[in-house]
């Protein structure tokens, strides 16, 4: 369960939360580090990116890309990002990848050990 908290953010009080939070986490920071993409507004650097209209996700710029990176502890990591329009990111994750349903936002299992789907916002 997620509550706010005094300061007004919100406090995340439950470890699959905390997990979540920490793939999807770790997923952007990879992609920044990669330069991937920025955190400003139409900021998306991968190859495959073609730019749509960015005002919404059936406008969204097409070509995802994957991208790996290693999570402490040596936990091996596949991801993804999409453009999701309106300057946001579709990212996934999964832990000890299957190599394979990345582009499915369900996928679960069939993607990896461990599966997170999230979107950054950038405006």
């Given at each position: 369960?997620?509550?706010?908290?005094?300061?007004?953010?919100?406090?995340?009080?439950?470890?699959?939360?905390?997990?979540?939070?920490?793939?999807?986490?770790a997923?952007?920071?990879?992609?920044?580090?990669?330069?991937l993409?920025?955190?400003?507004?139409?900021?998306?650097?991968?190859?495959?990116?073609?730019?749509?209209?960015?005002?919404?996700?059936?406008?969204?710029?097409?070509?995802?890309?994957?991208?790996?990176?290693?999570?402490?502890?040596?936990?091996p990591?596949?991801?993804?990002?999409?453009?999701?329009?309106?300057?946001?990111?579709?990212?996934?994750?999964?832990?000890?990848?299957?190599?394979?349903?990345?582009?499915?936002?369900?996928?679960?299992?069939?993607?990896?050990?461990?599966?997170?789907?999230?979107?950054?916002?950038?405006?």
């Amino acid at each position: 369960m997620s509550t706010i908290s005094k300061t007004g953010l919100y406090k995340i009080n439950s470890l699959r939360k905390k997990a979540w939070r920490n793939m999807i986490v770790a997923g952007v920071n990879a992609g920044l580090e990669q330069k991937l993409f920025t955190l400003e507004a139409g900021g998306n650097l991968w190859p495959e990116y073609q730019p749509g209209d960015g005002k919404s996700d059936a406008n969204a710029g097409s070509g995802a890309h994957y991208y790996s990176f290693d999570f402490p502890g040596g936990i091996p990591v596949q991801a993804y990002v999409k453009d999701a329009g309106f300057d946001e990111l579709s990212i996934r994750v999964a832990f000890w990848p299957t190599g394979e349903f990345m582009e499915c936002p369900n996928a679960g299992f069939l993607a990896g050990e461990v599966y997170a789907v999230g979107w950054l916002e950038r405006r």
